[in-house]
């Protein structure tokens, strides 16, 4: 059974904070995702890894970084909080190399910004 | 830029009827499709995927692509007040083979009323 795990459902912070947001996967993946959702805007891809110390910008990476040193462990990280930086953060894992394989998607981290 | 494109609704259907949910891309080299249902405050679960033009059916579900058309549609049969949620279709291209990259709709909110 696969599992995604993230580590906070919910959490808040303040501007200017350093936020850590953690995933981990116990499927053995090489990629991982980060993606932000927030209504009426859909699923937007903030960074991806293929290997560890590997990263690759999505679509939105700007006030974003990233860290994988390990490789079930992929971490966001909000260098300098903001509010517009308030959403709800997933965490996903696919299998590599077959087309049918898809995305599994941890719980969810409800950020909110003050 | 590739795109995914899905209208956002709300689509509602009393229940018992068939709820029809429809997605087109942009990028003719996509090679596998994917269905998710997010329950609000959830993340996303997947519930189909099809790589072949045609129909495949899981249960109450009947996914259908058209590649020529740029086209793939959800059915849900016997609507139940359990499908209420928001359905996000994905696309993955050829190129992302190895990445696992996809490309989400930004999701149709279905409705289905007792």
């Known amino acids: 059974d696969v599992k995604v795990t993230q580590s906070s459902r919910y959490l808040v912070k303040r501007t200017g904070e350093k936020v850590f947001l953690e995933c981990v996967q116990d499927?053995?993946?090489?990629?991982m995702f980060w993606y932000r959702q927030d209504p009426g805007l859909g699923l937007r891809l903030i960074y991806f890894?293929?290997?560890?110390?590997?990263?690759e910008k999505g679509d939105i990476p700007e006030g974003y970084s990233v860290s994988r040193e390990k490789k079930e462990r992929f971490s966001l990280i909000l260098e300098s909080a903001s509010t517009n930086q308030t959403s709800m953060y997933l965490c996903a894992s696919p299998p590599a190399s077959s087309s049918t394989d898809t995305q599994y998607f941890g719980p969810g981290t409800r950020l909110t910004v003050l | 830029q590739k795109e995914v494109e899905q209208n956002s609704g709300p689509l509602s259907v009393p229940e018992g009827a068939i709820a029809s949910l429809n997605c087109t891309y942009s990028d003719r080299g996509s090679q596998s499709f994917f269905w998710y249902r997010q329950y609000s405050g959830k993340s996303p679960e997947l519930i189909m995927f099809i790589y072949s033009n045609g129909d495949k059916e899981d249960g109450r579900f009947t996914a259908q692509l058209n590649k020529a058309s740029q086209y793939v549609s959800l059915l849900i049969r016997d609507s139940q007040p359990s499908d209420s949620a928001t359905y996000l279709c994905?696309?993955?291209?050829?190129?992302?083979?190895?990445?696992?990259?996809?490309?989400f709709g930004q999701g149709t909110t279905l409705q289905v009323k007792p």
């Open positions: 890894s293929y290997d560890v110390k590997m990263k």
């Open positions: 499927m053995d993946h090489e990629n």
């Open positions: 994905a696309v993955k291209s050829d190129g992302s083979s190895n990445t696992g990259k996809l490309i």
